[in-house]
């Protein structure tokens, strides 16, 4: 397993976020570093073991499927880079 | 007068309020001049002074009605990690910098129905990823405890690192603070302080900034164990706005202090005594051993197999958390927006200037464990060792009653102190596991190294075991007579 340029250029892709070609290596060095440690998992034999997903051992619960909020145009838009007509806005995305 | 105010514990200023000594407005007056004059700390991120007089005024009027509520009147600080209403909330970072709710977290809100006064928004590490606060966008936070015989200015540890470093300081009598993977607790071992991760789902992540969904929790960071156990039991309870959030009833930690340890089984797990271990933070760890034996406890020895397994883990599943929950910061809705020639190129434009270097570092990671091919390999068998660990505490506390083991495996270190990223999350080895394993844990400020800096020792028990938690607590500082005190 190694990182390469190209690797860093689809994962920084896939989270959006802009690097620089001068950068891709020092990733790829830094994503090593931490993989290449995290690779002592392998030696865990978990067969036959479910995985744990969430936090917690208890059910989660589910509440009736009911309107409870709702009507606060200007308080979800008031943090909102230029919003324009009670909608956020974005760069042109159809020509 | 002043400093003798802003010296006092919780529950002696909750008792002298309450006989009149002196008003809520004159004890938060204490504290907004000595925050004054510790902004060389940086402790705060944004000072709420006036807000903090108005609800000082409140509370003084309920006192006058003979309608104190639990803590009424009591100054706090606020991690800058919870959603407060009308007042900037950051999660340290450029990307969120300006960023006001309109709303408040379940959490804050519970300590503001409590009577408690906000002083301020406290800085932490960037996103709370880190453990020394030094990626907060606004600046390094400095510990108020200094090393004798030699200069250097140290870290309060983090993510937490302004609610230990204003508590430490008398900037707060108490502070909130998170726990995604020892978040409270080191910062409560490198400041002097006791600080307390409950069981995941005691408090509700709601209006809490997310980092890792099924780590994060909520706790108090105090000055002494009472008053952790004041503090958090306003702080715990359901929200059925937090779907994780446990519908059970909250015990009144504090009614339980002086029962002390008599009759109760502590494990010591051999795998947190690693070769190399710190001479000062081995030798602690055996005195603790030592007082909880006298007090009346047994001590069991016992095995925790994949310890050593825990970190590693956890820098899979805490990524890939962290990168789903942030990929929200994308410069539409809120936050730092960077214009870009299409909206792609404001998504990656926005999140590389708004986002710091170990937390894209982390976004990264997590990015690429839940990609295609590497999923299974990664994220799936670290939720198998998750389970593994869950099982280790689960065979542990079969036998005994709680864990004692060391917080952090040194005292704090320098600001400037040149430390590897793999170095810098080894600072969470023995916090770790229980976060991965959700169960209750504490630190309990023990002791003090040759060089005059604060130790503390960690406290386990099995989920919703708060209780015996504050017991074991509650016995280590009565036996270890901590008067540390930062140099004001």
């Known amino acids: ?95 | 007068m002043s400093s003798e105010l802003t010296a006092l514990t919780i529950a002696e200023a909750r008792s002298r309020l309450r006989r009149k000594e002196f008003s809520a407005l004159e004890l938060t007056e204490a504290h907004l001049s000595a925050m004054e004059r510790a902004r060389h700390l940086n402790a705060y991120i944004t000072e709420t002074a006036d807000l903090a007089r108005e609800r000082a005024k409140d509370s003084d009027k309920r006192i006058a009605a003979g309608e104190a509520r639990a803590m009424d009147g009591i100054p706090i600080g606020m991690k800058d990690l919870f959603c407060t209403e009308g007042v900037q909330t950051t999660a340290a970072s450029h990307i969120l910098e300006g960023f006001t709710p309109p709303y408040e977290s379940t959490v804050s809100q519970k300590l503001r129905d409590a009577g408690t006064v906000m002083l301020g928004k406290l800085n932490l590490d960037e996103f709370a990823m880190g453990s020394a606060n030094i990626t907060s966008y606004f600046g390094a936070v400095k510990n108020p405890w200094v090393p004798k015989g030699r200069n250097a200015e140290l870290v309060p540890g983090g993510s937490s690192g302004g609610s230990a470093a204003a508590t430490s300081a008398h900037l707060c009598m108490a502070a909130t603070g998170t726990d995604t993977g020892g978040s409270i607790r080191q910062p409560a071992s490198f400041c002097g302080l006791v600080g307390v991760k409950p069981t995941y789902g005691r408090c509700s992540r709601w209006g809490v900034v997310a980092f890792a969904s099924s780590l994060d929790q909520a706790g108090p960071i105090t000055r002494n164990v009472r008053d952790a156990a004041i503090m958090l039991k306003a702080m715990c309870g359901h929200d059925p706005k937090d779907s994780t959030s446990a519908n059970l009833p909250v015990p009144d930690f504090e009614a339980v202090l002086g029962q002390g340890v008599k009759g109760l089984r502590i494990g010591i797990p051999k795998e947190y005594r690693p070769d190399g271990l710190n001479a000062e933070v081995n030798a602690l760890w055996n005195k603790g051993i030592d007082w909880l034996e006298k007090a009346g406890a047994t001590i069991v020895d016992i095995s925790l197999p994949h310890t050593k397994y825990a970190l590693p883990t956890y820098y899979i599943v805490a990524p890939a958390e962290a990168s789903s929950n942030l990929a929200r910061y994308d410069g539409v809705r809120f936050g730092l927006r960077v214009p870009g020639k299409n909206l792609d190129d404001m998504y990656a434009k926005t999140r590389a200037a708004g986002f710091g270097a170990e937390v894209k570092r982390r976004i990264m990671i997590g990015t690429y464990v839940l990609s295609a091919g590497y999923y299974d390999a990664y994220y799936v068998k670290a939720q198998k060792v998750r389970a593994l660990i869950v099982r280790d505490f689960n065979e542990a506390f079969a036998k005994v009653d709680a864990i004692l083991t060391p917080t952090a495996p040194s005292a704090a270190f320098g600001i400037n102190d040149k430390i590897d990223t793999i170095t810098m999350y080894l600072n969470d080895v023995f916090t770790v596991p229980a976060s991965l394993a959700g169960i209750p844990a504490a630190s309990v400020p023990a002791g003090l190294t040759a060089e005059g800096l604060p130790l503390g020792l960690q406290v386990l028990t099995k989920r919703w075991d708060e209780e015996t938690l504050f017991r074991v607590c509650q016995s280590l500082e009565d036996a270890a007579g901590f008067k540390g005190l930062a140099p004001l």
């Open chain 1, 1 to 95: 397993m190694s990182i390469d340029n190209a690797t860093v250029r689809r994962i920084a892709t896939l989270a959006r976020i802009e690097v620089t070609d001068a950068e891709l290596s020092t990733w790829a060095g830094q994503l090593n570093g931490i993989m290449g440690w995290i690779e002592q998992l392998k030696e865990v034999n978990t067969d036959g073991v479910a995985p744990m997903s969430g936090g917690t051992d208890l059910k989660l619960t589910l509440r009736a499927d009911q309107v409870t909020d709702g009507g606060i145009v200007d308080q979800v838009l008031m943090n909102a880079t230029e919003p324009q007509d009670g909608y956020f806005t974005v760069p042109k995305v159809v020509e």
